[in-house]
């Protein structure tokens, strides 16, 4: 039995069944060990590739089913993803490689019955790919840049209808490029000029980030675990756009902040940098151990002026009345801007979604403005790009707030911009999208 392969399907399963998150999944089985380093990198991109295939995947396999799909045995289903997925996208793997180690996975975890159905399934989608082609010709665009670029159709088509169709081809090419690691200078302990230094030292190669002075983008770094600049709090993983946050806040040293949707703690560590670690973050949460990580988070950085608070967020305006001098809302977003880092993410996301989200963000916006001082600041962001919950939540809010005022969120950033509430779109400014307002309490 190939172990990879069986980790991969094990990973697969944890996703599709139980619903974990891919990521955590395959850190929890690489941890177990087992694997050579060779192995590691092909289970990473079976799973990777193959849960951000999805239903791509789904509908290459029905066009060579004979029964109805719901009907596979769900075991059956994702070891005919994986089978699929070494086919149509790993050009390195001989088919019949593919295509035996799916019989052999049917065996083990299904049945001899069910291995031959596996085996006449894949044999034949080696032997006749045009069956699963793509539609194409008038009137199939839509559906063929969604099947193509492996994205939900219904997003695919709101995106077409927002930005265009080569903007929104853009948008999905680049939701399937990896990520690359970004950190922050951690400026308690070092400048960015010396942990540039010890990166590179530590063979690292590194590149600034065009957004933020503090921020560099690490092109090759090895496994974090070794990596003794991250592991000694000079630096903190943080995506650049998510950077910009705490600069809009823009806070002081001996102020009162509230962080109020605050983990997993980027940010608000952020904040307590920019504040010299002088003054009070009060960063809330409402699970414990999201808080948890937080403030380790705060112990590696050498940051004392973080009080963990288990609360929710649309409570918290009543406990700080009129108390605070800045107040960060990094609201509960569907998370559109960010699909590049999350490969299941892209198919956990309804358009329902979308239309309830709203509802809690002004909820939470609201209760986070009570707590604002009169000439505070009031800042609200996000990781989405879909407008409902960005420029039409801080609209409502500022119609029926008229005691607020929306400050120019552009004039605030590293890099200024001209937007008064800034919106980073991936296909435009190469990074995670972002939205950030920022208001001013009269």
């Not at 392969?5 to 599709?16: G, S, W």
Request: proline share 5%.
């Amino acid at each position: 039995m190939d172990k990879a392969r069986e980790a991969a399907l094990k990973i697969l399963h944890a996703v599709h069944q139980q619903g974990a998150y891919a990521n955590v999944a395959l850190a929890k089985e690489l941890r177990q060990g087992g694997l050579s380093d060779m192995d590691r990198r092909f289970v990473t991109e079976l799973v990777y590739g193959t849960v951000k295939a999805g239903e791509t995947l789904d509908w290459i396999i029905k066009k060579y089913l004979s029964r109805p799909w719901k009907k596979v045995n769900p075991v059956v289903q994702d070891i005919l993803r994986l089978g699929t997925y070494q086919l149509r996208y790993m050009d390195k793997i001989p088919a019949s490689a593919a295509c035996n180690e799916s019989v052999e996975l049917t065996k083990k975890f299904a049945n001899k019955g069910a291995a031959g159905f596996v085996n006449g399934i894949l044999r034949s989608m080696a032997r006749e790919p045009e069956k699963g082609a793509f539609p194409s010709g008038k009137g199939n665009a839509t559906v063929q840049l969604a099947l193509r670029e492996q994205h939900p159709e219904w997003l695919v088509r709101r995106w077409i209808k927002e930005f265009g169709y080569d903007e929104a081809e853009q948008l999905c090419r680049f939701n399937n490029q990896q990520a690359p690691l970004s950190v922050r200078t951690n400026t308690l302990k070092t400048s960015p000029s010396e942990l540039r230094l010890q990166l590179v030292a530590a063979g690292v190669e590194v590149q600034p980030s065009q957004l933020v002075d503090e921020g560099f983008i690490l092109e090759e770094h090895g496994a974090l675990d070794s990596l003794s600049a991250l592991q000694e709090g000079y630096c903190q993983v943080q995506d650049e756009s998510s950077m910009l946050v705490a600069h809009v806040l823009s806070p002081e040293p001996g102020e009162l902040v509230l962080d109020v949707c605050s983990a997993p703690g980027g940010k608000t560590t952020h904040i307590a940098a920019l504040m010299e670690n002088r003054g009070r973050i009060v960063a809330c949460d409402i699970y414990d151990h999201k808080l948890q990580r937080v403030m380790e988070n705060a112990h590696r950085l050498g940051i004392q002026i973080i009080e963990p608070r288990l609360q929710d967020a649309r409570t918290i305006g009543r406990d700080f009345a009129g108390q605070a001098d800045r107040v960060l809302v990094d609201a509960p977003c569907s998370g559109l801007g960010v699909l590049r880092r999350k490969p299941d993410s892209r198919w956990r996301k309804t358009p329902e979604l979308i239309r309830e989200l709203p509802a809690l963000q002004l909820a939470i916006l609201e209760s986070a403005a009570e707590a604002v001082k009169p000439g505070g600041i009031l800042v609200y962001s996000t990781c989405t790009i879909a407008h409902e919950e960005n420029q039409d939540v801080v609209s409502s809010f500022l119609q029926a707030h008229q005691e607020f005022v929306l400050e120019n969120a552009g004039e605030r950033l590293p890099v200024p911009r001209r937007e008064a509430m800034v919106q980073l779109y991936p296909q435009r400014d190469g990074t995670d999208g972002f939205f950030i307002a920022c208001m001013r309490k009269k």
